[in-house]
């Protein structure tokens, strides 16, 4: 059954680094609650403490705008797959934009998305298994190629087009920095 550990050990780094599929759960005090599924080959566990991840040119932003007004950060990790497995990594994340001294070093951490919006650095501080038994499991088939299509086609300037016009505040209001940061 479950347990809480203050940090990830080895068989949890490996677990996750076997998954395809993670979440992130985010809010401030009054906004809601955003649960965000993220896939494709963007998430790097940088040692037993520390998780960063790169967020891509998505519909909406809410991660950035709450992160900016309240850290704290879940990540979610369930296997769908072999043993069943739920991993929860909670934290405080802090996000790194394009302009941010620490941009270049972490996103040299990555095969380059288009589209690359922001990277959000987790300093753990709690981990918590639990058994993950009513998971259903799932084959991976692949990963879906449209988003980095649709990303390529828009261009650069295309893209920091959408974030002026799609991504600059949140669902809720909440202001999220995109253009700022990100757009000389």
């Known amino acids: 059954?479950?347990?809480?550990?203050?940090?990830?050990?080895?068989?949890?780094?490996?677990f996750i680094g076997e998954q395809q599929l993670f979440f992130v759960g985010t809010a401030t005090q009054d906004s809601r609650v955003n649960i965000s599924p993220k896939g494709m080959d963007s998430l790097r566990v940088m040692n037993a403490s520390r998780i960063v991840w790169l967020n891509v040119t998505g519909s909406g932003n809410e991660t950035a705008a709450h992160v900016s007004l309240n850290p704290r950060m879940t990540l979610m990790f369930a296997a769908f797959s072999g043993k069943?497995?739920?991993?929860?990594?909670?934290?405080?994340a802090r996000v790194i934009h394009h302009k941010d001294p620490a941009w270049q070093g972490l996103y040299s951490l990555f095969d380059p998305l288009p589209g690359a919006r922001q990277i959000f650095d987790l300093a753990i501080d709690l981990v918590q298994t639990s058994c993950g038994m009513a998971v259903p499991l799932f084959d991976y088939a692949g990963d879906r190629e449209q988003l980095n299509n649709w990303a390529e086609k828009q261009g650069e300037v295309g893209i920091r087009e959408y974030w002026r016009q799609k991504n600059q505040q949140s669902i809720d209001g909440i202001n999220t920095d995109i253009v700022k940061n990100n757009i000389d």
Request: overall charge positive; aromatic content about 8%; charged content about 20%.
């Open 1 to 14: 059954m479950g347990q809480k550990f203050t940090q990830l050990s080895d068989r949890l780094i490996r």
């Open 84 to 92: 069943p497995l739920i991993l929860r990594v909670y934290g405080t």
